[in-house]
């Protein structure tokens, strides 16, 4: 068996109300945003001018940049191709030898191209989380829920989904923006993480739960991670060449920088000063100092 050609359907149909049992909120400070499997190859099985994977590319290019204006970390997982028949093991009995190795193919569709601050983790199963560091990036990141979209949707994204309730992270399924093999398996899958493990949104509703930070240049830092992209954005240099402990001065960081980073975060309702920043100019003194900010509001 290979995969299917996938017939047209709608994503409105697809989209119909699904009964949420948990009342779980987005929250960009503790969110990440998985792009599931959106290849060439994966994606070749639609007629891309129609539904629903045409309007799924759309929201997922929508999603994407509300997820970057609000700090959220982006990740992708796309299959290898030419994969080892010792890796590929079973899943060569359901879908025969996978993907060739031919960029045409393993490429993320262009309309979707990771930028260069995302992050792309080798797939190998179903499941993100399975033979991938998804998990120990997360744990990084100190973030606990997982946006998942993509494809397809009653596979790879449900079993991803399945596994991130199982790892105690939030998964969210964006219902508008993942495909299937069919709207029956959409919904399948839909109706199964909204009564098993997850929670269902559409992009309008998860847009609008990270937009309130999205008119700030800077939204409030939920992670080091985070805190450290946005440094590494003010002063126009790589996250990774700012090192821990060194002086931000080091790195160019001045009066005017500092003050409208803080001003965004003070105007988001973050209670710091310039001076206690000031005082002591090193990403890991600022994250501490931020996280202890943010404990004290969560209490
Ligand atoms: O070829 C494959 O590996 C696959 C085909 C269709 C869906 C599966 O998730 C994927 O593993
Ligand atoms: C597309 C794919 O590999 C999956 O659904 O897991």
Redesign the pocket.
């Known amino acids: 068996m290979t995969i299917p050609a996938i017939q047209a359907y709608s994503l409105a149909d697809a989209t119909a109300p699904i009964l949420n049992k948990v009342g779980w909120s987005v929250d960009p400070q503790r969110a990440v945003l998985l792009i599931?499997?959106m290849?060439q190859y994966?994606v070749n099985f639609y007629d891309q001018q129609q539904e629903p994977i045409s309007r799924v590319i759309q929201h997922i290019g929508q999603i994407r940049a509300a997820a970057e204006a609000a700090g959220i970390p982006v990740v992708y997982t796309a299959?290898p191709g030419d994969q080892p028949v010792e890796h590929r093991a079973l899943l060569s009995d359901f879908w025969g030898p996978g993907l060739k190795d031919d960029s045409a193919l393993t490429q993320i569709v262009p309309a979707l191209r990771p930028a260069a601050n995302d992050t792309v983790l080798t797939?190998w199963?179903?499941s993100a989380f399975q033979r991938t560091e998804l998990k120990k990036q997360m744990a990084q990141w100190q973030r606990d829920q997982l946006i998942i979209v993509?494809?397809?949707?009653h596979?790879?994204?449900m079993?991803?989904a399945a596994e991130a309730f199982m790892l105690d992270i939030q998964p969210f399924i964006v219902s508008d923006a993942v495909a299937d093999f069919s709207l029956q398996e959409h919904l399948m899958s839909l109706n199964y993480i909204a009564g098993r493990c997850g929670k269902v949104i559409t992009t309008e509703t998860l847009q609008a739960s990270i937009s309130s930070q999205e008119n700030s240049t800077y939204p409030i830092p939920g992670s080091r991670h985070t805190l450290l992209k946005q440094l590494a954005d003010l002063l126009e240099i790589a996250p990774d060449e700012i090192t821990a402990d060194d002086s931000l001065l080091d790195f160019g960081l001045d009066s005017v920088r500092m003050m409208s980073l803080v001003g965004d975060w003070q105007q988001q309702g973050l209670n710091v000063s310039f001076i206690e920043l000031a005082a002591v100019p090193c990403v890991e003194s600022w994250w501490q100092l931020l996280s202890a900010k943010l404990e004290e509001a969560a209490a």
């Open positions: 599931h499997d290849q994966f299959q797939k199963r179903y993509g494809v397809y949707a596979i790879g994204c079993q991803t």
